[in-house]
């Protein structure tokens, strides 16, 4: 009996290029990826109206979505109007209470709103701020994948996230997540399939465990 493809849908993180999953690669006989890059929202809208927009984007009936960090969080939102075979999130949270306390306090005190965006855009070299190896490499890494600075777009994404109001999450959903998150450190995180040594960024540096587990992940009708 021949396995049916799986049509699946992959939303970087905040202010992530789609080439954050250049090295994700799941076997082509029975999956079929495709990348969801951001769209610059409008002003006042809404997560619903953002959400709707990222769903047309979206193809396939009984899709699979997968979203890292910020982009986790829109996953579940476009979830709510697809009918979607699984959602994953990488590196996010499932609900305002995974938010860590930081995030809380901005979002009580509205400090987000103070953020510098627009510095963002005018830095053209990140490696220039950098010093050291280490640093020059890292530096070289978010210069190349965190490609999205329109200011418009950074200042509603901050504020949706940090003020996501979520309580529970959807059904058919899988939480992948790193135990050294400092993004959404794992502590404040419940019920996830737990990355030895992942970071925030384990998409980029650890895409080696994702094409080894995420196919049984997706194809597990337990989750």
């Not at 855009?121 to 010093?131: C, P, V």
């Not at 994404?157 to 899988?174: F, S, T």
């Not at 400092?182 to 980029?204: A, L, Q, Y």
Request: glycine share 4%; net charge positive; proline share 4%.
């Amino acid at each position: 009996m021949l396995q049916e493809v799986s049509h699946v849908y992959f939303v970087p993180g905040m202010a992530a290029d789609v080439s954050i999953f250049e090295n994700i690669r799941l076997p082509e006989d029975h999956f079929s990826t495709y990348m969801v890059p951001w769209k610059i929202p409008n002003k006042k809208e809404s997560m619903g109206e953002y959400a709707k927009r990222m769903c047309l984007e979206i193809k396939h009936d009984n899709a699979v979505l997968v979203g890292v960090s910020f982009g986790g969080v829109v996953v579940q939102e476009m979830s709510k109007y697809l009918n979607v075979k699984k959602v994953i999130i990488i590196s996010s949270v499932k609900s305002k209470h995974e938010l860590p306390r930081r995030m809380k306090l901005a979002r009580k005190t509205k400090l987000y709103k103070l953020l510098p965006t627009s510095l963002v855009s005018k830095i053209d070299n990140w490696e220039k701020l950098a010093f050291g190896e280490f640093a020059k490499k890292r530096a070289a890494m978010y210069q190349k994948y965190l490609s999205v600075n329109d200011k418009t777009y950074l200042d509603w994404a901050i504020e949706k996230m940090v003020c996501w109001d979520q309580e529970k999450c959807p059904n058919r959903l899988v939480h992948i997540h790193g135990d050294r998150d400092i993004v959404f450190p794992i502590s404040n995180i419940k019920n996830c399939i737990t990355v030895d040594k992942g970071t925030h960024v384990m998409i980029v540096n650890r895409a080696r465990w994702f094409n080894k587990n995420l196919p049984e992940i997706i194809n597990d009708n337990l989750h």
